[in-house]
T-cell receptor, first 112, second 113 residues
Framework: AQSVTQLGSHVSVSEGALVLLRCNYS??????LFWYVQYPNQGLQLLLK??????LVKGINGFEAEFKKSETSFHLTKPSAHMSDAAEYFC??????????FGQGTELSVKP | SQTIHQWPATLVQPVGSPLSLECTVE??????LYWYRQAAGRGLQLLFY??????ISSEVPQNLSASRPQDRQFILSSKKLLLSDSGFYLC????????????FGPGTRLTVL
C-alpha cells in the first residue's frame, strides 16, 4: 500500500530563513510525487510535481523539491522564506499515475 | 484556460437537514472529478471520484452520495446531515485519462449544528 508521511505538523521559520518541509513516501511502484499549498479557507494549489526525469523539480513561488529514491523522500525547500509563504503544505503520492494519496499536511508559520 | 467553481462558499445547516453542494468545471471536456473532505486539523479524505457521466466511485462508506448529471458537473448530497459531516469540502478535477495531477476548487465550508 502507498502512503505519505510528512514529518512535523507545524514548522516555524523566520522571514529570510531556509524553508524545509519533509515528506517521505512508501510505494510499491515508481511514484509520481506532488506538493500542494493551501492558504486559509482556500482550495489547494499545485506547487510542483515529479513524474520522471530530472529529480530536482522547480515549482512556483521559488519552491523546489528533490526526489531521492534511496531515501524515499521528496522534501520541499525554499532558500528564503517570505511572510506570504505562511500556509499549509501537503505532500502527495500517486502510484504511477493513479489517484493521489495525501499526507496529513504541515503548517508553515513565518515570523517577522 | 480551465476554471473550477464551487458553491456555496459557506453553509450552516441543522442536523437532519439535506445537503447539496455543486461543482462545475469550465474549459475542458470529460474531466475526472473528485470530492474531498477536510475536517478540522486533519488531512484530505477522498470521498468520491468520477471518470464520466453517471460513473461514481465511493472511497469511504458514509452518509453522503455523489452524482454527475452532466460532463462537467459534480454534486455532493446528503439526505440527513450529521454533526460529523461538518468540514471543508473540496472539489477537484484532472484531465481525462489521468488521475494524478488534480486542480482544486475554492471549497465549501459546511457547519452542521
Amino acid at each position: 500500500a502507498q502512503s505519505v508521511t510528512q514529518l512535523g505538523s507545524h514548522v516555524s521559520v523566520s522571514e529570510g530563513a531556509l524553508v524545509l518541509l519533509r515528506c517521505n513516501y512508501s510505494s510499491s511502484v515508481p511514484p509520481y510525487l506532488f506538493w500542494y499549498v493551501q492558504y486559509p479557507n482556500q482550495g489547494l494549489q499545485l506547487l510542483l510535481k515529479y513524474t520522471t526525469g530530472a529529480t530536482l523539480v522547480k515549482g512556483i513561488n521559488g519552491f523546489e523539491a528533490e526526489f531521492k529514491k534511496s531515501e524515499t523522500s521528496f522534501h520541499l525547500t525554499k532558500p528564503s522564506a517570505h511572510m506570504s509563504d505562511a500556509a499549509e503544505y501537503f505532500c502527495a503520492v500517486s502510484p504511477q499515475g493513479g489517484k493521489l494519496i495525501f499526507g496529513q499536511g504541515t503548517e508553515l508559520s513565518v515570523k517577522p | 484556460s480551465q476554471t473550477i467553481h464551487q458553491w456555496p462558499a459557506t453553509l450552516v445547516q441543522p442536523v437532519g437537514s439535506p445537503l447539496s453542494l455543486e461543482c462545475t468545471v469550465e474549459g475542458t471536456s470529460n474531466p475526472n472529478l473528485y470530492w474531498y473532505r477536510q475536517a478540522a486539523g486533519r488531512g484530505l479524505q477522498l470521498l468520491f471520484y468520477s471518470v464520466g457521466i453517471g460513473q461514481i466511485s465511493s472511497e469511504v462508506p458514509q452518509n453522503l452520495s455523489a452524482s454527475r448529471p452532466q460532463d462537467r458537473q459534480f454534486i455532493l448530497s446528503s439526505k440527513k446531515l450529521l454533526l460529523s459531516d461538518s468540514g471543508f469540502y473540496l472539489c477537484a478535477w484532472s484531465m481525462s485519462g489521468l488521475l494524478d495531477t488534480q486542480y482544486f476548487g475554492p471549497g465549501t465550508r459546511l457547519t452542521v449544528l
